[in-house]
């Protein structure tokens, strides 16, 4: 059973997010109340420099919807997406 004090959340990653990851998704718990950008740091320091360098330019978002501020609370099982800039034409 999980806690009060955290809350579980799916991160899933693409492209070069993943590659820096080393992982496609992974499970996390985080404290109840973390925020998109708390989250982003709890990642950064998980994965090292080379994915938070990465991870400044990726958007998010939170159960398929874009995150436009980081502080927005993460609900407990939220499937939170991290997306690095995409180029093409």
Known sequence: MTST???????RYFAAAKSAAGTQAET???PT???VAAL????AERHGPEF???LARCSFLVDEI???DRER???EGAV???LPPFAGG
């Open 40 to 43: 982003a740091e709890i990642l």
């Open 28 to 30: 996390l718990e985080v």
């Open 73 to 75: 609370v993460l609900p």
């Open 33 to 35: 109340g973390a925020s």
């Open 66 to 68: 874009a995150v436009r």
């Open 52 to 54: 938070a360098r990465v």
């Open 80 to 82: 939170v997406d991290v």
């Open 5 to 11: 004090l955290t809350r579980t959340v799916e991160v």
